[in-house]
Every structure is written in structure tokens, then in C-alpha cells.
């Protein structure tokens, strides 16, 4: 039990809708994740008690752990150039973005961007521990993702 509590917290650091200001474990999941974790059981008390949590072990130990776990570097060693497969229209919203590299990353973001494009290239760079940007190589828009496959 404590392990796979271990490894769910572990997720929520390293994923990209982390919010500098509110941190908020129902934002940095998906509702599927959010769900299958057994979160959503929680009281509003005990899910602001994990975020505060998060809040500080993001600022005391998440640096330490990361350069010190094999799996953790492996993550947050990505920089990548691909293309997005197919036909992008932009973001709505969360929206999922399958690369011609077999990958697929989705954001969180409420945030809105048109642009019609067949194969974009995009590069995708970690810019703090854990949360990456997708930057769509033609327009330089960017927005955060993380990789879900």
C-alpha cells in the first residue's frame, strides 16, 4: 500500500499542469487518473492537505530525488523534435497530441489556440522538473503537455 501511495505521489510531481501559485492534485491528474488513484474518496480537507504536501516536498526533496532515481533522470532527460500525426488544429482545452514518434502527450489547459496544419513539427523540452512545454515549430505557440504513452 505505502508503495503504490509512494508511486502516485510521485506521479503528481512530475506531471506538466503544475501551477506555481495553486498546486491542486484534481488539476494535475486526469479524471481517469484522479479516479483510479482513489482520490476522489478524499474530503476537500485531506486533498488540500496533500497539496500542501506537494507544495513542499516540490520545494525541499523533488530536486534531490530526481538526480538520485534512475527513473526519474530517464523522465526528465526529454527533448524531443517530432511531428504531430496527421491533421492538428490546434488545442481546445484538453486535448491529446499523437507524434509520428509513436508517442502522445495531452494538456490539461483550459487555454484556446487555432492553427490548421497537416504534420506540424513540434519540439517538446523540459523547462522545470517534471512539466514539459510543446512548442509548435511553425508559429511558436507553446503550451504545457505531459507524455501519457
Known sequence: MFRH????????????????????????????????SGLSRLSSEEIEAINSWLVRYTADDAEEFASSSPAVREINNADISSKIDGEFNGWNGPTRFHLQNGQIWETNSSRTYRYSALNPEVEITRYWPGIYRMRIVDTGQTIQVRRVE
Open 5 to 36: 501511495c509512494f508511486a502516485l505521489i510521485l506521479s503528481l510531481i512530475m506531471l506538466p499542469a503544475l501551477s506555481a501559485e495553486n498546486p491542486d492534485v484534481r488539476e494535475l491528474m486526469t479524471a481517469e487518473e484522479f479516479a483510479a
